[in-house]
């Protein structure tokens, strides 16, 4: 397994930009997919970008052109930057890693708020 480590939420206007980062540890050697994902208050947990070991990547459908997720040959770190940022976007964002032969595992989650 990997231990995964959030950082970069906090507060924007509506239109401004955030960065967050992923920081993992542990099993690195053995990780294939990092992602963010979100969960607001009242909804369920929902995917918003992936990126593969080899690159490639896949945003939802709201997030599409105005965020972008990359990261570095050793996965450290692996980031999101939003852009264009709308009060809908205001959720707990979750960093999530998968290692060959392991459960999935979970960041502790980062707050970003937008307001109007």
């Known amino acids: 397994q990997v231990h995964l480590v959030e950082s970069g939420g906090g507060l924007v206007q509506a239109g401004g930009s955030l960065r967050l980062s992923c920081a993992p540890s542990?099993?690195?050697?053995?990780?294939?997919?990092v992602a963010w994902h979100r969960q607001a208050p009242g909804n369920q947990r929902e995917f918003v970008a992936n990126i593969w070991m080899s690159g490639s990547t896949n945003y939802a459908d709201g997030v599409q052109g105005r965020f972008t997720i990359s990261r570095e040959k050793d996965w450290n770190p692996v980031d999101l930057q939003m852009n264009s940022l709308k009060p809908e976007d205001t959720a707990i964002y979750y960093c999530n890693g998968k290692v060959l032969g392991s459960a999935d595992s979970w960041g502790q989650g980062t707050q970003v708020t937008v307001s109007p």
């Open positions: 542990g099993d690195i050697k053995n990780l294939y997919v």
